[in-house]
């Protein structure tokens, strides 16, 4: 069984998306995918740019994952690809998250459980 929730992270930090698919070009597009382990992937939905200067971008993502992947290793996986960056908010099934190894694994307990 294939369980999905969407991930919204405003940051300031144009490489996010790239480095979130890891694609063959260095380019993005809405619907492109990673697959992080065996049956868990992340799509990219698209971004919103916000008005005026200095604000964050907001990407959004589908994130589908299966029974094999655990909360653990998930978490841990966006929590690498958050760290260093300047990342303003992280919304895990519409509901916000700190942006700690911790707090993303906790949520996203409640997909895989």
Same mark, same amino acid.
């Given at each position: 069984?294939?369980?999905?929730?969407?991930?919204?992270?405003a940051?300031?930090?144009?490489?996010?998306?790239?480095?979130?698919?890891?694609?063959?070009?260095?380019?993005?597009?809405?619907?492109?995918?990673?697959?992080?382990?065996?049956?868990?992937?992340?799509?990219?939905? /698209? %971004?919103?740019?916000?008005? *005026?200067v200095? !604000?964050?971008? &907001?990407?959004?993502?589908?994130?589908?994952? /299966? %029974?094999?992947?655990?909360? *653990?290793?998930? !978490?841990?996986? &966006?929590?690498?690809?958050?760290?260093?960056?300047?990342?303003?908010?992280?919304?895990?099934?519409?509901?916000?998250?700190?942006?700690?190894?911790?707090?993303?694994?906790?949520?996203?307990?409640?997909?895989?459980?």
């Open positions: 069984m294939t369980e999905s929730t969407t991930i919204r992270i940051a300031r930090d144009r490489m996010l998306a790239v480095d979130l698919l890891d694609p063959d070009e260095k380019r993005v597009e809405t619907g492109m995918s990673n697959t992080i382990d065996g049956d868990t992937k992340i799509t990219y939905q /698209g %971004t919103r740019i916000q008005k *005026g200095g !604000g964050p971008e &907001i990407s959004e993502w589908a994130l589908q994952f /299966g %029974t094999s992947v655990s909360a *653990g290793l998930l !978490g841990n996986w &966006i929590y690498d690809q958050l760290t260093g960056r300047d990342v303003e908010s992280l919304e895990i099934g519409g509901e916000e998250v700190d942006v700690d190894e911790d707090s993303i694994q906790t949520k996203l307990e409640q997909y895989l459980d």
